[in-house]
C-alpha cells in the first residue's frame, strides 16, 4: 500500500482498466478514480506519485469502469445496489466535473461497460448483473435510455462496441452474442443478430476483442483463439479454433500488426504478441492462421486486463495481484529492450504506429526526451519485436 492521503485505496486489487487520454489510464481503487501516467520521467521512492491524480467518486464502490478519450470522460458504474438502485456516472477529468449520472431501475449492480469511441455520438452500453443480465444502451448526453434487452441465455460478463459502428455491439459470457442497433416506428431496438456459429463445443469462451473490417477476435480457456466474422456469425473462412498459449487466455488487444493475448501459464502471467492474417487463407485449410511471434517474460501474477493507448504507443497489463505491482519499459534507440520492475501494472514503450482501424490513424512522431532508459537492479529482458 502506498503512503500517503488518498492512496489507501491501493489495498484493492487490480480492476478495469481504460486509457483516459495518449498519456494518461485510468484505474478503479475502492471508491476512486486513479489517473497514471503510462510512461513515467523517473524512478525511485516517489517515482509511482509523479503525475499520478486520484479523484474520489460519486456513490458507492466503483466495478465497471471505461473512458473515451475522444470524449474527454471516464463512465464508471457502482459494483452493488445498496439503498438505491445502482448508478452509472461519465466524469469529465479535464473539467472535473461529472457530465452524466443515470440510475439503472431494478438492477442488482452493474459488471461491465463500454463507451462509444464515436466522437459524434455519446452512447454508453451498461451490462446488469444476475439473473437478466441487461444490456442497455444509454445516449449519456441526454441521460436516456435507447434500447434495453436480456442476454440470461449466455450469462453475458462482458460487453462492447464495434470501434467502428456505434450500432453494433458485442457481448460475451458461455457464448458471442452480436446486437444490431435498429431504429422502428421511431423507437431504438437491440436484434441479436447476425446469429453467431462458432462451434466453440467445451470451450469456455474467455475474451474478445474487435478487429477491422468488422471482425472479432475470440479466445478461451483452452488457449485457442478464433476470427469471427461480425457480418455473417461465422469463422473467418479458412480459419478454425488455433492453440496459441498452454494456458487460458484472459484478455485480448490489438495493435497494427498483432493480436495480444494476455493469460497464464502455470502460475504466472504471460503475453503473447500473435500475428494474424490480412487476407482469407487458401480455400479448404483449417487453422494455423496464427503464428505466435513473441511473447514476453513471465509476469509474477495471471494477466487479466490488457489497454492499448490512443495512440498505439503504450500497452497497459493489469495483473491479479492484490497490491498493485507493474513493470514499465522505455527504449533507448540502438540498445537491447528491458524491463524495469517499479509499481500492478505492465507499461511497455512501443513505435509510433498506425491504428488498424482505417479511421482512427495515428500520426507524428513520438518525443524523443521519452527515449531514456530507466532501469533498477531488477531487470527483464524483452525479445525485440514490432508491434
Not at 517515482?47 to 479523484?55: C, S
Not at 450500432?167 to 444490431?180: F, R, V, Y
Not at 488457449?223 to 494456458?247: D, L, P, Q
Not at 498505439?312 to 491479479?320: D, E, K, M, Q, S
Request: some cysteine; proline content about 6%.
Amino acid at each position: 500500500m502506498l503512503e500517503g492521503v488518498g492512496f489507501a485505496a491501493e489495498a484493492f486489487a487490480a480492476g478495469p482498466l481504460a486509457f483516459a487520454s495518449p498519456s494518461h489510464f485510468v484505474m478503479s481503487c475502492g471508491n476512486a478514480l486513479r489517473f497514471v501516467p503510462a510512461q513515467r520521467d523517473s524512478v525511485g521512492a516517489d517515482a509511482e506519485r509523479v503525475g499520478e491524480n486520484v479523484e474520489w467518486c460519486e456513490g458507492a464502490s466503483v466495478g465497471a469502469l471505461d473512458a473515451s478519450p475522444g470524449h474527454g470522460v471516464v463512465a464508471y458504474g457502482e459494483r452493488q445496489r445498496s439503498v438505491k438502485d445502482p448508478r452509472i456516472f461519465v466524469y469529465s477529468a479535464d473539467e472535473q466535473a461529472m457530465k452524466s449520472t443515470m440510475s439503472c431501475e431494478g438492477e442488482l449492480g452493474i459488471v461491465a461497460l463500454a463507451l462509444c469511441k464515436d466522437p459524434r455520438q455519446t452512447r454508453l452500453v451498461a451490462l446488469g448483473e444476475i439473473p437478466e443480465h441487461c444490456i442497455t444502451v444509454w445516449d449519456w448526453g441526454l441521460g436516456s435510455i435507447l434500447a434495453k434487452v436480456s442476454a440470461q441465455g449466455s450469462r453475458a460478463r462482458s460487453v462492447s462496441f464495434d470501434p467502428l459502428d456505434s450500432n453494433m455491439i458485442a457481448s460475451m459470457g458461455s457464448k458471442l452474442e452480436l446486437w444490431t442497433l435498429t431504429e422502428e416506428s421511431g423507437a431504438a431496438h437491440l436484434h441479436a443478430y447476425p446469429v453467431i456459429n462458432i462451434d466453440k463445443e467445451e470451450r469456455a469462451l474467455t475474451a474478445h476483442c474487435w478487429a477491422p473490417n468488422k471482425t472479432l477476435f475470440v479466445a478461451s480457456d483452452s488457449g485457442e483463439m478464433c476470427h469471427v466474422n461480425a457480418r455473417t456469425g461465422c469463422k473467418m473462412y479458412g480459419t478454425g479454433w488455433t492453440k496459441v498459449s498452454s494456458g487460458p487466455i484472459s484478455a485480448l488487444a490489438l495493435s497494427s500488426k498483432h493480436v495480444l493475448a494476455g493469460g497464464s501459464e502455470g502460475s504466472q502471467g504471460v503475453i503473447h504478441w500473435i500475428s494474424y492474417p490480412q487476407e482469407a487463407a487458401a480455400p479448404g485449410s483449417s487453422g494455423g492462421a496464427y503464428t505466435v511471434e513473441k511473447s514476453t517474460p513471465k509476469v509474477d501474477d495471471p494477466v487479466t486486463c490488457l489497454s492499448m493507448s490512443p495512440d498505439f504507443a503504450t500497452l497497459v497489463v493489469a495483473t491479479a495481484q492484490s497490491d498493485p505491482d507493474h513493470l514499465s519499459t522505455t527504449r533507448d534507440p540502438g540498445r537491447e529492450k528491458t524491463c524495469s520492475r517499479v509499481s500492478n501494472l505492465f507499461s511497455r514503450r512501443m513505435p509510433t504506429i498506425h491504428s488498424p482501424f482505417a479511421e482512427t490513424q495515428n500520426v507524428g512522431k513520438q518525443d524523443p526526451s521519452r527515449y531514456q532508459q530507466h532501469l533498477t537492479s531488477t531487470r527483464y529482458k524483452l525479445p525485440p519485436h514490432e508491434i
